[in-house]
């Protein structure tokens, strides 16, 4: 019985996960920092660019596909898309300068 519980309680919290990445699917990043979102079970990250190194790419969004249904993996890979990020635009920003 307590077996079920528990997987009736993991079933329940994986759906309100699903829900919330959807929420923030449709928010993209504009409130949210997670800046991941699931799309057809895949996760993907999406980062709009600093208005300051724009010029320096085509779009204002940087969208990349993961290829990963899992969310602890995704979640990792985000914080390391992030600080290769941020150290790529403080170079851009020291050269501009």
């Known amino acids: 019985m307590i077996g079920d519980g528990k997987a009736l ?11 919330l990445i959807c929420w923030v699917d449709n928010m993209v990043d ?3 920092a997670s800046y991941l ?11 709009q660019l600093p208005s300051d190194v724009q010029q320096h790419y ?3 969004r940087i969208v990349i596909c993961l290829k990963t249904k899992s969310f602890s993996r995704a979640s990792r890979m985000r914080g390391s898309i992030l600080q290769r990020l941020y150290d790529y635009w403080l170079s851009l920003r020291l050269s501009m300068s």
């Open 9 to 19: 309680l993991g079933a329940i919290a994986a759906a309100l996960l699903d829900f």
């Open 30 to 32: 504009k409130s949210c």
């Open 37 to 47: 979102y699931k799309k057809r079970g895949v996760y993907y990250f999406s980062k």
């Open 58 to 60: 085509k779009c204002d």
